[in-house]
């Protein structure tokens, strides 16, 4: 069975860092990503880093203050995030598939998701 466990969301002050962290278990994945939803908002995609971390995505939002990273060995996946503004305040998913092309990263291109870890970042 395939599984995907968020955890090191939590409650930050504005300019803070949090490491977010995707254990993947029942097999591997070529591509694995991060997305978000704030209330109210729709689903985007945050960052989405290739089987070899050969690859990586950015959403402008975040580029240069988040950082994806990712463990083969221990089928792991990382979000580093710094520089926290309250506009990142969201429920953060991960999610993971095996796509080729343009838009390996996508959403629609991810097979499997996590249930979420909520990062909340204070004024």
């Known amino acids: 069975q395939v599984q995907l466990v968020e955890s090191g969301g939590g409650l930050v002050q504005a300019g803070g860092s949090l490491r977010l962290s995707c254990a993947a278990s029942?097999?591997?994945?070529?591509?694995m990503g991060w997305f978000r939803q704030a209330p109210g908002k729709e689903r985007e995609s945050v960052a989405a880093i290739s089987g070899g971390g050969v690859s990586t995505y950015y959403a402008d939002s975040v580029k240069g203050r988040f950082a994806i990273s990712r463990d083969n060995a221990k089928n792991t996946v990382y979000l580093q995030m710094n520089s926290l503004k309250p506009e990142d305040t969201a429920l953060y998913y991960c999610?993971?598939?095996?796509?080729?092309?343009?838009?390996?990263?996508?959403?629609?291109?991810?097979?499997?998701w996590g249930k979420g870890t909520l990062v909340t970042v204070s004024s």
């Open positions: 999610a993971a598939g095996s796509r080729y092309g343009s838009d390996w990263f996508a959403d629609y291109a991810m097979n499997y």
């Open positions: 029942g097999r591997t994945f070529v591509n």
